[in-house]
């Protein structure tokens, strides 16, 4: 009865995701939904998971099949750790790979090793909105660097951690200075690390070229600044594949997160992070205490269904996919936008597209006027760690297909214009 709960002060800093929000508007029947970052459920491939959950119960003796329900290693199924060790383009020893809940975890595990309440913690303009709230229970103070069409804008990064051009005083020697002062007293702390996503990134659709990649991670270098690469998305390219992970180019300052959830299915929950030794523990520790291990049925199967090259035939079906409703998505903006100031990029993979509405409109006001009219979206300003960019909105191009795309982005515009 009337029992005082009092909640911590991270609670606080919890808040109900807009796109979970969002997303229950969107559960209005007949509505076109572009605002979840939903794999389109036609590239799931049941008939695999079917005979591979055989396999995994009957296929393998009786004692394996019990093995597949019983608990098991944080670090995750061995067999499953080597096969991400040798897909990833540089040298991995398999002790290095944490098979994670879904890179979500990942981000999880990362702010509670590497965040300190008041730690700088810099993400792009715009970023993950999860990375956002995975972190924020941590306390930090989360900066944007500035970015543009092509990711990190790396001089930017410099001057905003006064080690640019004009400051000869590097990174390095503040953090020395400043190493047991108080990072919210003390602005000028070193940031914990940089989380950055250079493919298709969530939630603009752009990419990082290789000169920028290498400028970054040549800057982090100079500056002793972590970087943490997220990589949902790398494999769904539409045309070629994108350059270097910045973690091949230095793996020791980098933990690069990676996902099983947009080329098999998300529903299993499955990802994992490469870590240098000298932070891997630790977040080994923090897997323990966060889940015992990831599901250890699920870590079978999937073993069991990409063993034998599988995903060397799957994920072209779904590039293809997505490629042919990404088009249909830029063609249907071509045509409903014309005359609107309406701007939009072109991604080269993923799952997303970024718009920008015409001067003076807020997409989040837009939004109801699109619901009206049977089409929802995100609202960018979601996505930013400070100054949002109100005019911004996300469109995701794969949840529906071709027809609705064109049906969904009439919608659009006819809300666009009602509101213009
Ligand atoms: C950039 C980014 N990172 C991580 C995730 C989480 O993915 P997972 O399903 O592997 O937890 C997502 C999901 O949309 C994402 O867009």
Known sequence: MNTPWTLAQRAERMNPSVIREILKVTEKPGIISFAGGLPSTETFPVDAFAKACEQVLHGHGLESGRASLQYAASEGFAPLREWVAASLPWAVDPAQVLITTGSQQGLDLVGKVL????????????????????????????????????????????????????????????????????????????????????????????????????????AAARLGLPLVEDNPYGDLWFDQPPPTPLTALNPDGCIYLGSFSKILAPGLRLGFLVAPPSVYPKLLQAKQAADLHSPSFNQRVVAEVIKDGFLDRHIPTIRALYKRQCHAMLDALKTEMAGLDVQWNEPDGGMFLWVRLPEGMSAIELLPKAVEQNVAFVPGSAFYADHADPRTLRLSFVTANVEQIRTGIAALARAIRSSH
């Open 115 to 218: 965040i300190d309440a008041g730690s700088r913690v810099l993400v792009e303009t715009p970023t993950y909105l999860g990375a956002l709230q995975a972190f924020s229970p941590m306390e930090p103070v989360i900066e944007g660097v500035a970015s543009d069409a092509g990711g990190v804008d790396v001089a930017a990064l410099l001057e905003q951690l006064g080690a640019g051009a004009d400051h000869p005083e590097s990174l390095e020697r503040r953090r020395l200075l400043t190493l047991d002062l108080d990072p919210v007293a003390n602005p000028q702390a070193a940031p914990r690390f940089l989380y950055v996503l250079p493919n298709f990134q969530n939630p603009t659709g752009r990419s990082m070229d290789l000169p920028r990649r290498q400028a970054l991670v040549a």
